[in-house]
Nanobody, 124 residues
Framework: QVQLVESGGGLVQAGGSLRLSCAASGRSFNTYRVGWFRQAPGKEREFVGAINYSGDSTYYADSVKGRFTISRDNAKNTAYLQINSLKPEDTAVYYC?????????????????WGQGTQVTVSS
């Protein structure tokens, strides 16, 4: 199994940027796909994007395309979510998750391992 810990969240003004990190420990990180999700108060957890094992394939929700970038460094057992041009509606707890499998998945239940989340708050 793998343990995931997110970091890098915080309070930022609209238009700013953040880079979230997802540090993994346990079994070989490069055997897992990584997904990023977010959950705003009172809303369901929402898929943001995903990256494959090697980092050469990514997939994003339409709502974040062009502003969010996912990457990973398997040598450091870490995945990243770069968020640019932040908007107040991006305010949420952001989670990273890991899964095996042949394809990207946007489904919460497809991911076996989850981090505890990191809060991102965007002020207007």
């Amino acid at each position: 199994q793998v343990q995931l810990v997110e970091s890098g969240g915080g309070l930022v003004q609209a238009g700013g940027s953040l880079r979230l990190s997802c540090a993994a420990s346990g079994r070989s990180f490069n055997t897992y796909r990584v997904g990023w999700f977010r959950q705003a108060p009172g809303k369901e957890r929402e898929f943001v994007g995903a990256i494959n094992y090697s980092g050469d394939s990514t997939y994003y929700a339409d709502s974040v395309k062009g502003r969010f970038t996912i990457s990973r460094d398997n040598a450091k057992n870490t995945a990243y979510l770069q968020i640019n041009s932040l908007k107040p509606e991006d305010t949420a707890v952001y989670y990273c998750a890991a899964r095996a499998g042949l394809r990207h998945s946007t489904v919460v239940s497809a991911y076996r391992y989850w981090g505890q989340g990191t809060q991102v708050t965007v002020s207007s």
